[in-house]
């Protein structure tokens, strides 16, 4: 059956802090013409500073996926770009007034329930996508990830995190169009471990990092010594470290929400290949590195393809 691409219905403004810059951001997701795509506009440097979501243009993975064209650099995009894609938009135009996305709570909800409000426009225009004809294999023998692409009628995804945590243990995600990506993905948040974050803060790679944004994992020993020290960089009267072995900072949404936000980082980077793909994903320790790498591998797959047509 043919499906024709989407827009959204209107525009929706976002404002909050950048999580490693610190900085106050406001962004607004507007409709665009079908055949665009994703687009971000630095609407601080220009109307000429525009980076397309397309793998080619990702430039650092390090704690989040980053475009870079030109003068037009965004980063701490995928969690945007993985709400566009589970909720079905093609084609949008983003207006950023900073070098990141806002943070806000760390997940995908706040932009799906804006657009899922309103529902989304359908264009006309049909919808593409690219059959993975044959498997396709990445794998970082670096940091043991790993990810194989399987010829497959829908897309789907089987995604498995392993830390070595005693808290987290060993998370196993299934993801295919059965699944309702409003509900079960987008309210899963951003995490890190604990003995990090002093780490993270003292090399300001977390400027916007608060303790409304991400779900704190302590997987060792924590003296009361340091958890004042930790309230006072994150300006809270007190913190403290629940049974299961998480910061109380947060209740989790569901006990895989970690591994379940790997997931949405995945669909987030997925959607730079710029087009929807039909295969199974298999995904093994994955991060924004090798998710963009393979992106960029498939969306090469598909330019040799066009070009040898």
Do not use: W
């Amino acid at each position: 059956m043919l499906e024709n691409q989407k827009t959204l219905k209107r525009e929706y403004t976002f404002e909050g802090k950048g999580l490693h810059t610190g900085l106050k951001v406001k962004m607004t997701v507007a409709p665009a013409p079908a055949g665009t795509g994703i687009r971000f506009v630095r609407e601080d440097i220009g109307p000429d500073a525009v980076v397309e979501a397309s793998a080619e243009y990702v430039t650092t993975t390090q704690r989040g996926t980053t475009l870079e064209k030109g003068e037009a650099r965004i980063s701490t995009i995928e969690h945007l770009l993985s709400a566009l894609a589970g909720m079905g938009v093609d084609n949008a135009e983003v207006r950023v007034n900073a070098p990141e996305a806002p943070i806000l709570d760390g997940s995908a909800l706040p932009y799906v329930r804006a657009i899922g409000a309103d529902g989304l426009q359908e264009q006309n225009a049909p919808r593409l996508y690219y059959d993975i004809k044959e498997t396709v294999h990445y794998r970082d023998d670096a940091t043991g990830s790993g990810i194989t692409i399987y010829p497959a009628e829908d897309f789907s995804v089987d995604l498995t995190i392993d830390f070595n945590s005693h808290v987290l243990g060993v998370q196993k995600i299934h993801y295919d169009s059965s699944v309702d990506y409003a509900a079960e993905v987008a309210p899963c948040r951003t995490f890190v471990f604990f003995h990090e974050l002093e780490f993270l803060f003292q090399n300001n790679l977390i400027k916007g990092g608060d303790l409304e944004n991400a779900i704190v994992i302590v997987e060792r020993p924590v003296s009361e010594e340091t958890l004042e020290r930790m309230a006072a960089l994150f300006n809270v009267d007190r913190v403290g470290v629940l049974p299961d072995g998480y910061l109380n900072n947060v209740k989790l949404h569901f006990p895989d929400e970690c591994g379940r936000h790997k997931l949405l980082d995945l669909i987030g980077d997925f959607s730079l290949i710029g087009t929807r793909i039909r295969g199974r994903i298999v995904a093994d320790k994955s991060g924004h590195k090798i998710n963009t790498t393979v992106a960029r591998i498939v969306r090469e797959m598909i330019k040799n393809e066009n070009k040898n047509r």
